[in-house]
């Protein structure tokens, strides 16, 4: 998360830092940097959702394969909730939008929306890590542990995307820091 802040201020432009001496462009800038921020951590969480979606079209064509029907069934779920939620974030509204924004975010919620980002992309990573164990299982043809890593998924992405309608509510103004 830290380091996404260091790049956006590392990549200005001479022009930026012009922008940031002159008085008046200096908030305007700095809220643009936050703006890419944003969309860079947004694009983060959706391409490791991505990664875990392909990982969950992997374990559940085995299963096709296999005709583990009664596993089947609860993976092609994993598949439709992690493929939706990637959609959902990748095309969810900006931290900060801008002058003409239609929400317009204080500066002080942008710091909470970082917050609940660094907690999604600790979410993301420990759904990476039940699709390895899930993969793992499944090559060894361990069924009950694989039924238990699904499940384990399932609540992994009921969670993220929990956070992650907070964090939208946060931009609403509607959720718990509104």
């Known amino acids: 998360m830290v380091g996404i802040r260091e790049r956006v201020s590392e990549d200005r ?5 012009l922008e940031l001496a002159i008085p008046g462009f200096r908030g305007y800038r ?3 940097d936050r703006r890419v921020a ?3 951590l947004r694009k983060q ?3 490791g959702l991505k990664e ?4 969950a079209e992997e374990i559940r064509d085995v299963l096709a394969s296999q005709m583990e029907l009664d596993l089947l069934k609860s993976a092609g779920y994993v598949v439709n909730e992690i493929n939706a939620l990637e959609a959902k974030v990748r095309h969810a509204e900006q931290g900060y939008a801008g002058v003409a924004a239609d929400i317009n975010v204080l500066e002080k919620e942008i710091e909470k929306l970082y917050e609940f980002d660094y907690m999604l992309i600790e979410n993301t990573k420990k759904l990476r890590n039940l699709m390895d164990s899930a993969n793992s299982s499944m090559d060894v043809g361990d069924i009950g542990s694989l039924k238990t890593q699904i499940r384990a998924i399932r609540a992994e992405i009921k969670n993220f995307n929990s956070l992650f309608n907070k964090r939208i ?3 609403t103004n509607t959720g718990v820091f509104a």
Do not use: M, N, S, Y
């Open 45 to 47: 969480l959706a391409d």
């Open 38 to 40: 944003d969309a860079l």
């Open 52 to 55: 875990c979606g392909k990982q």
């Open 30 to 32: 700095k809220r643009e």
């Open 13 to 17: 432009t001479f022009l930026k830092k």
């Open 169 to 171: 509510g946060t931009i």
